[in-house]
């Protein structure tokens, strides 16, 4: 019997894997945790325990005591928020991953799930179809602790045989629960000022191509690999994974197909400087090959699926 215990669960993605594990292994077989006093309410009814990934022996405690035997780890600063708090990102990005990694070194933990980002490459990376082994010079506080992370993981499992796993997330979109602070955010901030009928000042320039993904594949991706037999991950850093790559201009006009009347004005601000460093696109051949990974979503699907689900409302429980 698994007893799943999932980190950072109330930002974009944690709320949308709970739900998911949830369904797959029985909601009281998987705990949400978050530094937040109180879980969104689509967490409910379901286990969830305020907790800080910093108070080590807190998280040690309640993961031996409850024998907790796999962990998603992702409470983060993102790379926007990272760079107003540098110092404090490059803790909790670093610390949190050690308790986990020494609770598995330990043998209590049997698997664990911490992701990674493309923003781990940098300016003299190759940009296009990015390859899974490359030159990687990160220039962000939040690249360069997703690219240690990425080294210590293969050091925990070269050197203790702990079974962790790892994907480098593109930038996600999903309208589950709002974007925590990152350079992709402004193609989620788009689908509700759109749907508010306000214009829209996007801060990245109209030509700036990054990865992105649907939620749906990240969250399908994420668990693949977690299923996937231990002597299929031949990736021990972090998978490259691919989805689409778009502009601010490409998701724009085929949000316009819908909304003819919206309008969109750029203003790049320092969110450009990091987007300049990272890939266009992201070539993703080992995760396709070592546990089958393919993605469903197109650019179309995503805008329509985005376009008939956002809710606007859940932005008053921010402001
Ligand atoms: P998010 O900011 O939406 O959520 C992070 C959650 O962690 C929040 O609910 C926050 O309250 C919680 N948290 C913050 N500090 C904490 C602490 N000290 N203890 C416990 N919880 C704490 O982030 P996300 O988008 O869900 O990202 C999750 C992970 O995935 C991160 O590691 C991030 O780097 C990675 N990632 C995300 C994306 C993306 O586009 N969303 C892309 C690449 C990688
Ligand atoms: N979406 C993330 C960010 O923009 C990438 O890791 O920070």
């Known amino acids: 019997m698994k007893r799943i215990l999932v980190i950072g669960s109330c930002g974009q993605i944690g709320t949308e894997l709970v739900l998911n594990l949830r369904d797959k292994y029985g909601t009281n077989n998987v705990y949400a945790s978050d530094i937040l006093e109180n879980c969104p309410e689509k967490l409910y009814p379901g286990p969830y325990v305020k907790m ?7 998280v040690r405690s309640f993961i ?24 404090y990102a490059w803790k909790l990005n670093m610390d949190g991953l050690f308790t986990i990694l020494d609770l598995a070194k330990e043998g209590y933990l049997r698997k664990i799930f911490w992701p990674s980002s493309i923003a781990v490459f940098g300016k003299t990376t190759p940009k296009f179809n990015t390859p899974q082994f490359t030159i990687m010079e990160p220039s962000t506080v939040y690249g360069i602790s997703k ?12 050197k203790y045989d702990v079974d962790v ?22 193609a989620v901030d788009m689908f509700y000022q759109a749907k508010l009928g306000n214009d829209f000042t996007c801060f990245l320039s109209d030509d700036t191509a990054l ?6 594949d990240a969250i399908r991706a994420t668990l693949e ?15 490259n994974l691919s989805g689409i790559s778009f ?37 993703d051949i080992s995760a396709r090959s070592d ?12 805008v329509k699926k985005m376009l008939d689900n956002v809710d606007v409302s859940i932005l008053s429980s921010v402001s």
């Open 52 to 58: 800080d990934i910093l108070e080590k022996e807190m």
């Open 64 to 87: 031996i005591s409850e024998k907790i035997s796999e962990v998603y780890l992702l409470a983060a600063l993102l790379s926007a928020k990272a760079e107003e708090r540098p110092e």
């Open 147 to 158: 690219q240690v992370g990425e080294r210590w993981c293969e050091y925990y499992y070269a």
């Open 165 to 186: 796993r790892s994907i480098r997330y593109p930038g996600l979109i999903s309208y589950t629960s709002l974007p925590g602070g990152g350079t992709t955010d402004y």
């Open 211 to 216: 990865p992105m993904m649907y939620m749906d």
């Open 225 to 239: 690999l977690m299923n996937a037999p231990k002597e299929n991950i031949k990736i021990r850093s972090s998978y």
């Open 247 to 283: 502009t601010p201009k490409d998701i724009f006009e085929e949000i316009q197909k819908y909304i003819p009347d919206f309008r969109i004005t750029f203003m790049p601000d320092f969110r450009q400087k990091i987007a300049d460093t990272w890939p266009s696109s992201i070539d």
């Open 291 to 302: 546990w089958g990974w393919k993605e469903r979503y197109n650019l179309e699907m995503l």
